[in-house]
Each structure stands twice: as structure tokens, then as C-alpha cells.
């Protein structure tokens, strides 16, 4: 009851119902108004007194404290992210998809089945179930090189690069190459350490090696199992170059494997082939949630000690629920489970976006790169692509820009459409609106 009144009295304070020196009834009084005991009152009003909101002396009336100002009514906090009705965003899988029985199923096992000590401090590399589970999985699936002893978990690959770039830059590192174009995060990340960015040339082969022995790096950032944006695969000649390369100079590649188990056509992690020069990060983003913030780093075993250093000083390691559940979800086949079921519905949903682009906009040239949660959409060339996404946004469609992706800016106007989020119907609304901005935008 005490409780109720310190807070009924505080946001009167705050919202400024009880201005700054405000006399209050004494507490036999505001006792016998309210019908409750003198104790009651006197021991909120001693709380409020001692959070600075109330003054009271012997023998003087109870005012409010004369350095507290009214705090005008905050709205809603809105979202950083811009919301749209459709949304074509490339990182976004299947939201509606997420397996939340069965994760909660995982979730209540593995709190059932856990030590006592699970929930306190414990190894920053990640719980040692994850760990194992996550080594087992990867040899099988992905074809890596993977000993639980060095498996870091992270929260995803953003931290697991950059932990890796503040090693590099302390470590004398000056710039780090990145595929042009790129994700637009990897440049961020790289950037913030205090790296400089050398771009390096993607064709339909991957990361042009040539021009990347060129550059002097020392390391690279790759994307070979399904190139951002281009969707391009790195050829054999191109993967057996790239190592050979890491490993004349001992220089490091870090493989970004955001959605290889989603791609038609899968082939191994760069990492198996190298592991001494190749650190491997992946996450959970695309083959479940973005919002599960759980990520899994294979790093060289040179490296790894540096990297669980510096993990354990930045936060400790993540959090436990997310890691127990996931390592049961993973060891009960349940990942390998939903992630077939979402290859087939992204490849339906892949072709339902490209019929609508060939009905609606004909002269727009989808890449011919198969599966993975995103399409390469080259735009003709009188489309100005700043016009089209501000067009777009307010015709209710996100769309991601091909120009947001490059470093250098020599790129032609294209889109990187994503087709995982959205149902059918609404990829098929979504491209009509995007016609009808289209027109609005080449007319404007």
C-alpha cells in the first residue's frame, strides 16, 4: 500500500500536478482521508524524501523539494528502422517461419536439463553444449575444419569482425580489402577499428585475386559461398588462389558464411580447405533470427586466443538461455530440419519475385545467381536509383539500393531485392507498387 502512494505521489511530482514547493498534508492527515494507517503514509513519504522528491523537517509542513522540475509526457519511443508495408530488404529472412514451438520446446529442455552453475559466469568462448554441438554441425554441413576448443561464441558476425579488427589494428595492420561491391556493414565495421578500406573488384568468378595481390593487404573479408550482392560463387581456381595467396604472405581471410545453407547450390566453407589462414564466422540471422543475436566464430588456432581475450573483456561472453537452447536445437536435427523447409520456401518465393518482375518490369535484368534470401536487380540506365528509393518508400515499399554496397560508387543503378520476408501475394503486390514508383520516378 505504501508502495502505491510513493508512486502515486512521485508522478504527481513529475507530470507536475504537485509544482516544486507544494505543500502536502501531514501524514495524520492524509492518513485519515485515505482510511490507512499513519505508518502507510510516513513510509512513502520518507522514501520520496530520500529520493530527493519530498522535503521534510521536525516540526514543518511536508513540501515537495524545490529543485525538482515537472517532466513534460514523453511520447512513444519510435524505431531507429524505418517500417514499410512491403519490405524487399535483403537481410530479412522468414520471421512468420521461425519454428517457435520447437524452440521453446528447446528452450525448456535445456533450462531442465542444465547444470545448477549454467546461469553464472561461465566460459566466454560460449557454453561448452553450443560449442560441441556447433563443431559437429559444421564438419558435416559446412565442411569445415572445426575443434570445440576454439569455437568463440559471439553475438553475431558484426562482433565476431569486429573483435577481429581491433586485433588486426593492434597488431600493425593498416587496411583490410573487402569485395566491391560488399555489404555496406563490412565497410562500417573496418572503418570503426581505424582500418582503412581497400576495395577489391567481384566479378562473376568472386573476389578478383589478381587484383587483390595488388592491393598489399594483409587481410580480406570474402564472402565465397554466395558473394553479397552479387550472389556470385568463388570458383575453384579462384578459392585455390585466394589460399594460396593467405598463405605465402601469412595473411588472413575472414569468411563471412551468411546464408550458404540457404542457396540452391551449396558448396563447402573456404574455411576446410584452410584453416590456419581462414577465420570462419557465422550466425544465426539468416538460417533462423536476427533477433536471437547468436553467432559462431572459427578462427585460426594462432588466433583464437587473442579473440577469447578480447571477448571475455567486452562482455564476458553472451547470454546462456539463447546458447543452450540453440545447442539442443541444433543437436536434435532441428536446424538442419527448418532450414529444408525454408530452401523450398525461399525458392518459391524467389521465383514468385522474378515472375513478377518479368509481368510488371520487363526491362529490369535479375541476376541468374540461384537461391539465398536476395536478388541482383540491374535497373536501366535513364532510372536514377536515389529517385526510385525515395519513390519507393513513399509508395509503402523498402527497397535496398545496389550503389549503397559499393565503395567506389562505379556502379551501375541496380536493387538488391529481398524475397525471404514477404509471402507470395505480398511479392507480387510489392513489385506493382514498385512499377507504379517506377513510372512516378522516371517521369519526376
Known amino acids: 500500500m505504501y508502495q502505491q502512494l510513493e508512486r502515486t505521489v512521485r508522478n504527481a511530482i513529475r507530470d507536475g500536478r504537485l509544482p516544486a514547493g507544494a505543500r502536502l498534508p501531514s501524514s495524520r492527515a ?22 530527493g522528491y519530498l522535503e521534510t523537517r521536525q516540526g514543518a509542513p511536508v513540501r515537495v523539494a524545490r529543485a525538482v522540475r515537472a517532466q513534460p509526457p514523453r511520447a512513444p519511443t519510435p524505431s531507429l528502422l524505418e517500417r514499410f508495408a512491403y519490405d524487399f530488404g535483403p537481410g530479412l529472412p522468414d520471421l512468420a517461419g521461425f519454428p517457435r514451438d520447437r524452440w521453446l520446446r528447446s528452450l525448456r529442455s535445456a533450462w531442465r536439463e542444465s547444470a545448477l552453475d549454467a546461469v553464472g559466469y561461465g566460459d566466454p568462448r560460449g557454453v561448452p553444449e553450443l560449442r560441441e554441438a556447433l563443431a559437429d554441425y559444421l564438419r558435416r554441413v559446412r565442411g569445415t575444419v572445426a ?74 573479408v570474402v564472402t565465397p559461398a554466395h558473394q553479397f550482392p552479387t550472389g556470385a560463387v568463388l570458383g575453384a581456381r579462384r578459392r585455390a588462389a585466394l589460399i594460396e595467396w593467405a598463405e605465402r604472405g601469412d595473411r588472413l581471410v575472414i569468411e563471412d558464411d551468411y546464408d550458404a545453407e540457404l542457396c540452391r547450390d551449396r558448396v563447402g566453407a573456404l574455411q576446410g580447405l584452410a584453416p590456419d589462414r581462414v577465420l570462419y564466422i557465422g550466425s544465426a540471422s539468416k538460417r533462423l533470427t536476427p533477433g536471437m543475436r547468436l553467432g559462431w566464430m572459427l578462427p585460426p588456432s594462432w588466433l583464437s586466443w587473442a579473440l577469447i581475450s578480447a571477448k571475455a573483456i567486452e562482455d564476458a561472453g553472451s547470454e546462456i538461455a539463447g546458447q543452450l537452447a540453440l545447442a539442443h536445437f541444433i543437436a ?44 541482383l536487380v540491374a535497373l536501366p540506365n535513364n532510372l536514377d536509383e536515389p ?58
Request: with cysteine; glycine share 12%.
Open 30 to 51: 492524509l492518513a485519515a482521508e485515505l482510511g490507512i494507517s499513519r505508518g502507510v503514509v510516513t513510509s512513502a513519504y520518507d522514501q520520496l524524501a530520500a529520493e
Open 147 to 220: 575443434d570445440p576448443e576454439h569455437v568463440l561464441v559471439c553475438t553475431g558476425f558484426r562482433q565476431g569482425l569486429s573483435l577481429t579488427c581491433r586485433w588486426l589494428r593492434a597488431n600493425g595492420i593498416e587496411h583490410v580489402a573487402l569485395e566491391d561491391p560488399g555489404w555496406h556493414a563490412h565497410r562500417l565495421i573496418v572503418e570503426e577499428a581505424g582500418l582503412a578500406v581497400t576495395p577489391v573488384p567481384v566479378d562473376a568468378e568472386g573476389i578478383d585475386v589478381v587484383e587483390l595481390a595488388r592491393t598489399g593487404a594483409e587481410a580480406v
Open 332 to 375: 536434435g536435427g532441428e536446424l538442419e530440419r527448418h532450414l529444408r523447409r525454408m530452401r523450398l520456401r525461399y525458392g518459391r518465393r524467389r521465383e514468385a519475385l522474378l515472375a513478377a518482375l518479368s509481368g510488371a518490369l520487363p526491362d529490369w535484368r535479375p541476376s541468374e545467381a540461384t537461391g539465398g534470401l536476395h536478388v
Open 387 to 444: 529517385t526510385l528509393l525515395a519513390t519507393a518508400a513513399r509508395h509503402g515499399v523498402g527497397i535496398e539500393g545496389l550503389s549503397l554496397h559499393s565503395y567506389t560508387g562505379e556502379c551501375a543503378p541496380g536493387l538488391v531485392l529481398g524475397h525471404a520476408y514477404m509471402a507470395e501475394p505480398a511479392i507480387e503486390r510489392g513489385v506493382q507498387l514498385l512499377r507504379e514508383a517506377a513510372i512516378a520516378a522516371h517521369g519526376s
